[in-house]
């Protein structure tokens, strides 16, 4: 089944500054890659996803790129505010149509903004 | 549009009693996703169902959980006889006809003692 690997684990950086967090993933069948944000006693919010078919996508501050030949996939967010601070989680799914398997989900990253 | 609603919201049960966990998708979503999340990890999938049908359970426990999606009412996820082990977050997610996103509830904390 697939794995996915989420480095680090902790991440703080100053206002204002940039963040990366970075994902690998281990099923060259997966083509689906969502992020999700999750702040203390709430659901994942999804924050942006990209597709197999696509390298690269952007949203305002948070951007998302897929090397699917080195397997791995990042996201970026520029101009970090101290609302950026959660749980980010990245996932695959071989199924960008959705069906069965789910999402496998890497084990988080806590982003602390400091001010 | 409610989003999906997961009840309730914090669950605690003694160990060998049962528990019943519900989730009712967003209006329209005929399927649904349960995952669990343990304290510091991520989400693991347990189970994918549409109304009326299991289609993977590949992530359920093979004894105690059960679940279902009835063509009226909530999906229901039932623990049986649980332990402290089954403490932990249960976050159910839905999808129109199975197409991503998925749209999660904000889960239920779910405490053994």
């Known amino acids: 089944g697939e794995n996915v690997e989420q480095h680090p684990s902790t991440l703080s950086v100053q206002e204002g500054d940039s963040a990366v967090i970075k994902c690998t993933y281990s099923d060259s069948a997966s083509n689906y890659f969502p992020w999700y944000k999750q702040e203390l006693g709430k659901g994942p919010q999804l924050i942006i996803d990209i597709r197999s078919n696509v390298g690269e996508k952007k949203d305002q501050r948070i951007a998302v790129t897929l090397n699917k030949t080195a397997k791995h996939f990042s996201l970026h967010i520029t101009e970090t505010q101290p609302e950026d601070s959660a749980v980010y989680f990245c996932a695959a799914s071989p199924h960008s149509g959705g069906g069965a398997d789910g999402l496998t989900f890497g084990k988080g990253t806590h982003l602390i903004i400091q001010p | 549009n409610a989003g999906v609603m997961q009840n309730p919201r914090h669950l605690v049960r003694r160990r060998g009693q049962e528990a019943r966990l519900r989730c009712s998708p967003v209006?329209?979503?005929?399927?649904v996703y349960w995952y669990r999340q343990l304290p510091e990890e991520g989400l693991k999938f347990m189970v994918y169902?549409?109304?009326?049908?299991?289609?993977?359970e590949s992530g359920m426990p093979k004894e105690r959980f059960s679940a279902e999606f009835p063509k009226e009412g909530p999906s229901i996820l039932r623990i049986q006889q649980v332990v402290r082990g089954d403490s932990a977050a249960y976050f159910c997610?839905?999808?129109?006809?199975?197409?991503?996103?998925?749209?999660f509830g904000s889960g239920t904390r779910l405490t053994v003692v």
């Open positions: 997610a839905s999808s129109p006809q199975g197409q991503t996103p998925y749209t």
């Open positions: 169902l549409q109304k009326e049908n299991i289609i993977d």
């Open positions: 209006k329209g979503h005929s399927h």
